[in-house]
């Protein structure tokens, strides 16, 4: 390495300074969503940027997806996945693999990883953490229909996260709830899990890792890619028909953890290698950025 490349590595670090300053002490919310789960070792990388963001002093939480290992066990098991308005069905032969997958194998597989690169992490069950009550699904025509053990979070419980919080360790965060009225799981789409913690915590950031390299106005086509839109031009995106599918309820929650005090969302791709810290760090960012 000459000693220039050297130098361009310290002006990395330089570069990254005032947002080092300015996030010390901060929280941000992380979601990882299931798409960016596919390859363990690009999931370990994103690992490994989280223990640096939590040596840097930043407080990571991390609330995590799975929907593409949840209709692979499904799948398995002979079960069809089958979603209304972006929500699973989720029977009660579902919910039984939904929490296994979540709580079993990808809750504890993330923690593991973070312990790996020397950080500290816990996993708690998002039934420790969110309070839900049973909500309906929206069909094509609109008409809302009975889709199971499916919920929206009504509330949070924080003591186990102020307990992480207190040790310097990063909480990770399936998404699941404890049903209000009977304590029985429910299944919660892990944006609005992610979101519904950002709004109560206030988080300085909430950053969704995906398998995009952001909202583009033609998802087939990264040179589109919208570097920064606001909550008004969001909303335009989403009647004209730019933003489906999952970047639906991406973009709705991230409209809404705005709305109630979070002070950034950014959308980055999970599998690019250290995605999370360019679109932090540097001045320019990688993703898109979600703003008032
Ligand atoms: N305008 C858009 N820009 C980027 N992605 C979009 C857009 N509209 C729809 N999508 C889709 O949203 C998907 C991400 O949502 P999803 O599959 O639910 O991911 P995750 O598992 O990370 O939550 C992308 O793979 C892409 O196909
Ligand atoms: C109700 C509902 O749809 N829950 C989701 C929970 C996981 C999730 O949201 O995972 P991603 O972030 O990978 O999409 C599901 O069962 O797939």
Redesign the pocket.
């Known amino acids: 390495m000459s000693l220039q490349q050297t130098i361009d590595k310290a002006d990395a670090l330089i570069e990254a300074l005032p947002y080092l300053q300015a996030f010390r002490g901060k929280t941000f919310l992380i979601k990882m969503?299931?798409?960016?789960m596919e390859d363990p070792d690009l999931v370990a990388k994103v690992m490994r940027d989280i223990v640096f963001l939590e040596v840097a002093g930043i407080n990571p939480i991390v609330v995590h997806?799975g929907?593409?290992a949840i209709s692979a066990a499904m799948k398995d098991a002979g079960l069809e996945a089958k979603f209304v308005g972006g929500f699973r069905v989720t029977t009660d032969e579902a919910i039984d693999i939904v929490s296994r997958v979540l709580s079993e194998e990808l809750n504890p597989g993330l923690v593991r990883m973070i312990r790996d690169f020397g950080g500290k992490a816990v996993g708690i069950a998002g039934t420790d953490v969110f309070i839900g009550e049973k909500t309906k699904g929206i069909d094509p025509e609109g008409k809302r229909v009975d889709i199971g053990r499916v919920g929206e979070v009504v509330g949070c419980h924080l003591e186990h996260m102020d307990a992480a919080h207190n040790a310097g360790i990063v909480p990770v965060i399936s998404p699941l709830a404890a049903e209000l009225a009977t304590g029985k799981p429910l299944n919660i789409n892990?944006?609005l899990a992610a979101a519904a913690l950002a709004k109560e915590l206030r988080v300085a950031k909430l950053v969704?890792?995906?398998?995009?390299p952001?909202?583009?106005?033609d998802?087939s086509d990264p040179s589109t890619l919208i570097k920064s839109v606001n909550r008004k031009e969001a909303d335009e995106?989403i009647a004209d028909g730019?933003?489906?599918?999952?970047?639906i309820?991406?973009i709705r929650s991230a409209v809404d953890a705005l709305n109630a005090g979070v002070r950034k969302v950014h959308f980055v791709d999970?599998r690019l290698p250290h995605a999370l810290l360019l679109e932090i760090f540097t001045d320019g960012g990688i993703g898109t950025e979600v703003v008032r």
């Open positions: 969503g299931g798409s960016a997806g929907g593409k892990a944006d969704y890792l995906s398998d995009v952001g909202l583009m106005k998802p995106l730019t933003i489906s599918g999952g970047m309820p991406k999970g």
